[in-house]
């Protein structure tokens, strides 16, 4: 398959003002997402515990054909909640451009990169499968993203997540930035936009002509601010633009699947 | 001028107008007046209509200017209501007008023309020896119509190429077909169209909210027009079409600046610039703080400050546990008034 779909509606999605799902809804949901064909699930964040940690817990123990992915800080007590749950994969997630780095986390580059090895090697050393979010890498110095892939790899991690946190992106832009990366790094890239300028799907497929072999979606591009990359949407434009089927079933099944989804969610669009 | 780049103006051609009558019927002409007013002070310079256009709205402004787009003779007998700017005439039917009487010739050859053309057919235009269109027809600009996808590699060059061996103004309309409109027109913008046609709250060509928005935020572009506006187009464009923008539409939607997120809403806090890639001023609104399933203790601290409650006395970490199971429950966030509620029955069993 020349592109993975990651679908990020039980993390990123949900994240939306205003969306509570319940411990039933999430399952409910990953069932239909994984019969939509998707290779992985990012299911949530266990360390906000309670109901959330419990709905990780049931996806992971679901069996599904989807992988199931939970997000992490750079926490070694986060990692342990989400191994807990039996995920898949843990996702350790790190903000990398100066802005974030400085305002938010109110640390410098080499604490990110200090603490990114300290968590990784920890969750690596617990025979976890990671991958790692680079937070606000279309912000970030991208002499600084290199440098952070080199050393994610030689740890032995084999993805990494380029993360357009606000949406700023342009195509071709993101296109020379993967190829850049890509050709430094053998690294697997995973795409993550976010829809402020109404240019995610074609910020998806430009870094998937660049090499990027995953990309992140959610159903009904919900999520924060003007949403994600829109499941549906975007699977209909690799297949029209380059022939390739990324879903189960025909096109009209994963409309049906939406539909279904979107009553779990009490959308009306 | 509606935008400048490198100390180059550039225009912005509206097409709304023909897709909204195309759509929906009833219009009422202030309301239209208003939009259109809106449109102007946002940073559009002109304003393409067509006969459908002219039938369903029976006054246009006199104060802008407007672009009429041919497609049939009878079209023509509209070519006098004002005075149009430019004409646009399809490269597919241009001929046909050739064989009309030459009033008809006449009056055209009198009018500044905008060629559209689909870019498949370039290379027939590029190709063709004679070319004697441009020679019949005053054509000052070609619209290059279509584009759907984005080459993510070549250096524009066309753009350049196409002005110097056609010389004239080259304006750029893609479709949205792919999702992938006003990325084209960004990227056209940014290597020499002088001209991009955007319609707003788009989904058949690029959103112009999307583009001036994007060429000010991510480029920094001057747009000479008041972006606060866009809050009021919004407004009418619902009144027009009585129908509500999208919630998540980017740039309109009135979910976009809403968030709930512990992590959104400690960044945001500590400098909006971490989550937000403009700030809703700019385009005259606001951000709101959601509290739900998905808060931490910070935001709630906060928003404890917004409706003047008071901190002490109150666990804060079982309060917010309590936010989440009510926001679980209600499937949505927990409203400000159940909020207040909540704090008076906390108050109440600690004052048991």
Known sequence: MGINIVDTTLRDGEQKAGIALSVQDKVEIAKIISEMGVHQIEAGIPA????????????AALGLPSKIAAWNRMSTKDIDTSIECGVDIVHISSPVSDLQIKTKLEKDRKWVAENLKRTVIYALEKDCEVTVGLEDSSRADLNFLIQLCEMI??????????ADTVGIMEPKELYSQI?????KVPIDIEIHVHNDFGMA??????????????????ITGMGERAGNCDFLKFVKVIQELTGEKIYTGDFEDIIEKENEIKKILRLNW | MAVVMDGVKKNIIDRTIPNLVKKFQNFNNDDIAYFLKLLHETGIDLFEINRDSMDKIKKFPLNLDYIYRIENIEDYNYLNNYNFKYIILNYKTIYRFLLEDEKIQKNLKEHNIILEIDIEDLDELYLSEDNKIFCIFNIVCLRINNVSKLDFIDEDFR???LKSKFNVLVDFCASNKYYMATAIIINAFLNGSDIITTEFNSNDYAAMEEVIIALKSIRNIEIRGDLKLISKLTRIYEKITSERVYSMKP????????????????GIAKNPKNYEPFNPELIGTNRKLYIGKHSGKAALVVKFKELNLNCNNIDMN?????IREKSIQEKRNVLDNEIIEMYKEYNKSYQR
């Open chain 1, 201 to 218: 799907i074609s910020n998806s497929f430009a870094a998937f002509k660049a090499g990027a072999k995953f990309a992140d979606c959610t």
């Open chain 2, 251 to 266: 740039i309109l939607g009135e979910d976009i600046f809403k968030y709930e997120s512990g992590i959104h809403a400690d």
């Open chain 2, 159 to 161: 753009i350049k190429d």
């Open chain 1, 153 to 162: 790899f030689a740890l032995g991690v084999k993805r990494v997540r380029y």
């Open chain 1, 48 to 59: 906000m515990g309670g109901d959330e940690k419990i709905s990780v817990s049931k996806i």
């Open chain 1, 179 to 183: 190829k850049k990366i890509r050709d």
């Open chain 2, 318 to 322: 079982l309060f917010l546990q309590d």
